[in-house]
Nanobody, 114 residues
Framework: QVQLVESGGGLVQPGGSLRLSCTTS????????MNWYRQGPGKQRELVAS???????NYATFVKRRFTISRDDAKNTVYLQMNSLTPEYTAVYYC????????WGQGTQVTVSS
């Protein structure tokens, strides 16, 4: 059974940092390209970052070098380090494979506000 469990979100002031985690099970994580997505209020879900292996990563242009995606294949976990946050990054963040599975986790809420 596929499971995707996101964690690490919360309320942070502008300029702050968060580290999101996504622990997975039910598929071969080490062979999977993993993505982080976000869905802001009233918006469609969009791709944030992608990691195929430690040396091959991609980021959406709006990330502006603020985020770092990484993975630990031994723990079946993908991470998203988020720095210099501004209110525009407020959203629910999800992880999934590429291409995405039909199953999604509950996401983790990131709120950037003073």
């Amino acid at each position: 059974q596929v499971q995707l469990v996101e964690s690490g979100g919360g309320l942070v002031q502008p300029g702050g940092s968060l580290r999101l985690s996504c622990t997975t099970s039910g598929f071969t994580f080490s062979r999977s390209t993993m993505n982080w997505y976000r869905q802001g209020p009233g918006k469609q879900r969009e791709l944030v970052a992608s990691i195929a292996d430690p040396g091959y990563v991609n980021y959406a242009t709006f990330v502006k070098r603020r985020f770092t995606i990484s993975r630990d294949d031994a723990k079946n976990t993908v991470y998203l380090q988020m720095n210099s946050l501004t209110p525009e990054y407020t959203a629910v963040y999800y992880c999934n494979k590429k291409p995405p599975l039909s199953v999604w986790g509950q996401g983790t809420q990131v709120t950037v506000s003073s």
